[in-house]
């Protein structure tokens, strides 16, 4: 087993069990903590792969930024009792299990259709089809060109929309009184 | 060390000692990188409590010790035997977990730190993304004070956490864009880079003198913000919100004693320890001593026929003694901090939100952009652009905004409200 399958199973290991902590905890406070730690092995994940950018984008936008917000609110509202936010109605549950169970097929037929057509994870045939990356793939000096080159507009738009929402949240915030 | 003996080696031998050379290497560094945070935290407790003392015209702990000197181990001591109250209907794991948070950041940072360039002091990780790395880490740090003051279940705990989370998140813009206006000229976001683009000659023509980034005019604007938010992360007075004693009960850790405190406590000074090498390596040219291009004076010393003092320029620039040049620096910095806390009082809450997001921030944004003018079109339009930013922030805000805030303000009347008698008086 290469080092870095090693580094894989256990990060996605504890990456499985905080995102099966953030549904099972009853507690929105460790839920949201759960929540950061998926997050933060999600970014190491990405440094496995050689995207430091994207890992730590992850990071920095994701613990460092939003759910430190999340929390602020959770913490802020002080929810009531863990009994007042458990879903009663029996109709949404059904149709919560047969959205999941029709995601887990999506994903599994990704994850495990190339490998069935090509032989086991790791070998030599199934490794052929897999286009590798780059040299500098990931690194933030060619993520930066590629961004304020090829798409220079996706970015201008993004930014837009973003501005709208600030406007449009002092808007909301402002309308008061 | 095995330079000798390497070419009997066959070459795969060499190559895997090479490679636990290596891992040894990177075991030290990690090494001193704990031992850094772990044993710098006493000496600095006792120089801010004599130097508070002396600042505040008292004696200060001079017992234990020569000078006191043993009063940082007295106090561990202390609180290692304290009664370890941990209090009733409170959320355990988190309640726990708090102290250790608050202590990560301190060692994660100071991995990327780079103390020196000789083998033992280069960062353990000298990542691409050192900068991204600092900002993403410092704010890891703030989860440790939030969660210490929820799991404590107690309000004034509870309202320091939520103010250090409020804090954080508006410091850690302005702190960016200050880091990104410094990043940009160097063109890199590692942070070795950063130093040895600080040993380049002062502003590209002064031959005998290091750029270092706060000689800089964007540079300087930019290091008096990160300054600025770089108290404010680190929760220490004027920004010290969170825990203010004389409003919130010492705030998040009001509920933790003993050695859980012990370990809040020591987060608090490791992180400030470790942010003031991230500041000397931003702004104050790493471990160089002094603004001067060592190289460069040593070569013209032993043109001018001065044997000893080009020995003496180059031993002061060598690599050697370059990590205590930067634990000096860092010794400066800390000074610096508590100095403002003996100066400075305690900001409100609506000063600190004010300063972060209606002064820093727009400051910093617009720093940044003149320093892209700069490095498109050169220093005439740098000069020309500053100019054109000053005037017009001064005919916003001097002509502008200020009389109209004044105006506004003697407007406000107050009003009697028992309606026999109504009548208003004017204030200013």
Same mark, same amino acid.
């Given at each position: 087993?290469?080092?870095?399958?090693?580094?894989?199973?256990?990060?996605?290991?504890?990456? =499985?069990?905080?995102?099966?902590?953030?549904?099972?905890?009853?507690?929105?406070?460790?839920?949201?903590?759960?929540?950061?730690?998926?997050?933060?092995?999600?970014?190491?994940?990405?440094?496995?792969?050689?995207?430091?950018?994207?890992?730590?984008?992850? =990071?920095?936008?994701?613990?460092?930024?939003?759910?430190?917000?999340?929390?602020?609110?959770?913490?802020?509202?002080?929810?009531?009792?863990?009994?007042?936010?458990?879903?009663?109605?029996?109709?949404?549950?059904?149709?919560? =299990?047969?959205?999941?169970?029709?995601?887990?097929?999506?994903?599994?037929?990704?994850?495990?259709?190339?490998?069935?057509?090509?032989?086991?994870?790791?070998?030599?045939?199934?490794?052929?089809?897999?286009?590798?990356?780059?040299?500098?793939?990931?690194?933030?000096?060619?993520?930066?060109?590629?961004?304020?080159?090829?798409?220079?507009?996706?970015?201008?738009?993004?930014?837009?929309?973003?501005?709208?929402?600030?406007?449009?949240?002092?808007?909301?915030?402002?309308?008061?009184? | 060390?095995?330079?000798?003996?390497?070419?009997?080696?066959?070459?795969?031998?060499?190559?895997?000692?090479?490679?636990?050379?290596?891992?040894?290497?990177?075991?030290?560094?990690?090494?001193?990188?704990?031992?850094?945070?772990? =044993?710098?935290?006493?000496?600095?407790?006792?120089?801010?409590?004599?130097?508070?003392?002396?600042?505040?015209?008292?004696?200060?702990?001079?017992?234990?010790?020569?000078?006191?000197?043993?009063?940082?181990?007295?106090?561990?001591?202390?609180?290692?035997?304290?009664?370890?109250?941990?209090?009733?209907?409170?959320?355990?794991?988190?309640?726990?977990?708090?102290?250790?948070?608050?202590?990560?950041?301190?060692?994660?940072?100071?991995?990327?730190?780079?103390?020196?360039?000789?083998?033992?002091?280069?960062?353990?990780?000298?990542?691409?993304?050192?900068?991204?790395?600092?900002?993403?880490?410092?704010?890891?740090?703030?989860?440790?004070?939030?969660?210490?003051?929820?799991?404590?279940?107690?309000?004034?705990?509870?309202?320091?956490?939520?103010?250090?989370?409020?804090?954080?998140?508006?410091?850690?813009?302005?702190?960016?864009?200050?880091?990104?206006?410094?990043?940009?000229?160097?063109?890199?976001?590692?942070?070795?880079?950063?130093?040895?683009?600080? !040993?380049?000659?002062?502003?590209?023509?002064?031959?005998?003198?290091?750029?270092?980034?706060?000689?800089?005019?964007?540079?300087?604007?930019?290091?008096?913000?990160?300054?600025?938010?770089?108290?404010?992360?680190?929760?220490?007075?004027?920004?010290?919100?969170?825990?203010?004693?004389?409003?919130?009960?010492?705030?998040? !850790?009001?509920?933790?004693?003993?050695?859980?405190?012990?370990?809040?406590?020591?987060?608090?000074?490791?992180?400030?320890?470790?942010?003031?090498?991230?500041?000397?390596?931003?702004?104050?040219?790493?471990?160089?001593?002094?603004?001067?291009?060592?190289? !460069?004076?040593?070569?013209?010393?032993?043109?001018?026929?001065?044997?000893?003092?080009?020995?003496?320029?180059?031993?002061?620039?060598?690599?050697?003694?370059?990590?205590?040049?930067?634990?000096?620096?860092?010794?400066?910095?800390?000074?610096?901090?508590?100095?403002?806390?003996?100066?400075?009082?305690?900001?409100?809450?609506?000063?600190?939100?004010?300063?972060?997001?209606?002064?820093?921030?727009?400051?910093?944004?617009?720093?940044?952009?003149?320093?892209?003018?700069?490095?498109?079109?050169?220093?005439?339009?740098?000069?020309?652009?500053?100019?054109?930013?000053?005037?017009?922030?001064?005919?916003?805000?001097?002509?502008?905004?200020?009389?109209?805030?004044?105006?506004?303000?003697?407007?406000?009347?107050?009003?009697?409200?028992?309606?026999?008698?109504?009548?208003?008086?004017?204030?200013?």
């Amino acid at each position: 087993m290469s080092s870095q399958l090693v580094v894989f199973s256990a990060m996605s290991i504890v990456a =499985v069990l905080s995102a099966v902590g953030v549904i099972v905890s009853r507690n929105a406070v460790r839920a949201a903590l759960a929540l950061v730690v998926n997050f933060i092995v999600l970014g190491v994940l990405y440094f496995t792969m050689n995207l430091e950018l994207l890992g730590i984008s992850q =990071v920095l936008v994701y613990t460092g930024l939003i759910m430190m917000l999340f929390l602020f609110c959770i913490l802020l509202l002080n929810l009531g009792a863990p009994q007042m936010l458990e879903e009663t109605s029996g109709l949404k549950r059904y149709v919560a =299990v047969l959205l999941s169970l029709v995601l887990i097929v999506l994903v599994l037929t990704q994850v495990l259709g190339p490998v069935a057509f090509s032989g086991a994870p790791g070998s030599e045939s199934a490794l052929a089809g897999i286009p590798t990356a780059p040299d500098g793939y990931g690194t933030a000096k060619s993520v930066g060109t590629e961004i304020f080159t090829n798409w220079i507009y996706a970015l201008e738009i993004c930014s837009v929309l973003l501005l709208l929402g600030i406007v449009g949240s002092i808007l909301l915030a402002k309308r008061r009184g | 060390m095995l330079e000798g003996t390497a070419g009997s080696l066959l070459f795969a031998q060499a190559g895997s000692m090479a490679l636990t050379e290596e891992i040894l290497w990177a075991l030290l560094r990690v090494i001193v990188v704990i031992l850094f945070v772990l =044993v710098f935290v006493p000496p600095v407790i006792w120089w801010e409590r004599r130097l508070l003392g002396w600042m505040q015209d008292r004696i200060g702990p001079n017992r234990a010790g020569p000078f006191g000197l043993l009063q940082p181990i007295a106090d561990g001591i202390k609180l290692f035997f304290k009664e370890d109250i941990t209090p009733s209907k409170i959320d355990r794991f988190v309640y726990f977990t708090a102290p250790a948070i608050a202590l990560l950041p301190a060692f994660v940072l100071g991995a990327t730190v780079p103390w020196g360039p000789n083998r033992l002091l280069t960062p353990v990780a000298d990542v691409d993304i050192g900068v991204l790395w600092i900002l993403a880490i410092s704010s890891l740090g703030v989860y440790g004070v939030t969660l210490g003051g929820w799991a404590g279940n107690n309000k004034y705990s509870l309202l320091g956490g939520l103010r250090s989370s409020a804090q954080m998140i508006s410091y850690e813009l302005a702190m960016g864009v200050a880091i990104y206006s410094v990043a940009l000229p160097t063109g890199s976001l590692r942070l070795t880079d950063m130093v040895s683009r600080q !040993h380049d000659p002062l502003w590209g023509v002064v031959e005998w003198a290091q750029n270092w980034f706060v000689f800089t005019p964007y540079g300087f604007v930019a290091c008096v913000i990160f300054l600025i938010c770089m108290v404010a992360e680190t929760n220490r007075a004027p920004f010290d919100l969170p825990e203010a004693e004389s409003e919130l009960v010492a705030g998040f !850790h009001t509920e933790y004693s003993s050695m859980k405190f012990a370990v809040f406590f020591m987060g608090e000074y490791a992180v400030m320890a470790v942010f003031g090498g991230i500041f000397t390596t931003l702004f104050l040219g790493g471990w160089s001593p002094l603004p001067l291009n060592w190289d !460069h004076l040593a070569s013209s010393a032993d043109a001018s026929g001065m044997g000893w003092l080009a020995a003496t320029l180059a031993f002061i620039g060598s690599s050697k003694i370059a990590g205590l040049w930067f634990l000096a620096k860092i010794v400066g910095i800390l000074t610096f901090y508590i100095w403002l806390r003996a100066t400075l009082p305690r900001l409100r809450y609506d000063q600190l939100m004010n300063l972060g997001w209606k002064a820093l921030l727009p400051i910093a944004a617009l720093n940044f952009v003149i320093v892209a003018i700069w490095m498109l079109y050169g220093w005439i339009a740098f000069f020309g652009s500053a100019a054109v930013v000053t005037l017009a922030y001064f005919y916003v805000v001097v002509l502008i905004l200020k009389p109209r805030a004044s105006a506004k303000r003697s407007e406000l009347k107050l009003v009697d409200v028992r309606p026999d008698t109504a009548k208003t008086i004017e204030i200013g």
